[in-house]
C-alpha cells in the first residue's frame, strides 16, 4: 500500500534530523507525473460531479470544509483513493484464488 502511494508521489515527504521533526511536510513528488495528475484530474472530477455516496468525495468536502489549502485536501484524496483502489484489487484477486 504505501509503495503504490510512493510511487504516484502523493505520500508525504519526510523531513527529520536528530531532533528535529516537522509536523507538515510536501508530497515527496517521487514517481511517475503522470499518474499524479491523473489523480488530480480524477479528484477534480470528483469534485465537479459531488457524488454525496462516495467516500473519496466526504473525504475531500471534510478537507476542504476545514479550511485546507488546495494541493494538501487535493494530494490527501489522491492518497485515500489509492488506498482504497488497492484494497478493493487486492479483494478482487484473493476471490479470484479463492474460486480456482
Same mark, same amino acid.
Given at each position: 500500500?504505501?509503495?503504490?502511494?510512493?510511487?504516484?508521489?502523493?505520500?508525504?515527504?519526510?523531513? @527529520?534530523?536528530? @531532533?528535529?521533526?516537522?509536523?507538515?511536510?510536501?508530497?515527496?513528488?517521487?514517481?511517475?507525473?503522470?499518474?499524479?495528475?491523473? !489523480?488530480?484530474?480524477?479528484?477534480?472530477? !470528483?469534485?465537479?460531479?459531488?457524488?454525496?455516496?462516495?467516500?473519496?468525495? @466526504?473525504? !475531500?468536502?471534510?478537507?476542504?470544509?476545514?479550511?485546507?489549502?488546495?494541493?494538501?485536501?487535493?494530494?490527501?484524496?489522491?492518497?485515500?483513493?489509492?488506498?482504497?483502489?488497492?484494497?478493493?484489487?487486492?479483494?478482487?484477486?484473493?476471490? !479470484?484464488?479463492?474460486?480456482?
Amino acid at each position: 500500500r504505501e509503495a503504490l502511494t510512493a510511487f504516484a508521489g502523493v505520500d508525504p515527504g519526510v523531513d @527529520q534530523s536528530g @531532533q528535529h521533526s516537522s509536523k507538515s511536510n510536501k508530497a515527496s513528488k517521487c514517481g511517475t507525473g503522470r499518474l499524479r495528475k491523473t !489523480l488530480f484530474q480524477i479528484m477534480t472530477t !470528483l469534485l465537479q460531479n459531488a457524488p454525496e455516496d462516495e467516500p473519496v468525495y @466526504q473525504f !475531500l468536502n471534510r478537507k476542504r470544509s476545514e479550511g485546507k489549502p488546495y494541493y494538501v485536501y487535493m494530494t490527501a484524496g489522491a492518497n485515500k483513493f489509492l488506498r482504497i483502489y488497492y484494497g478493493k484489487v487486492k479483494a478482487h484477486l484473493r476471490s !479470484l484464488e479463492q474460486n480456482e
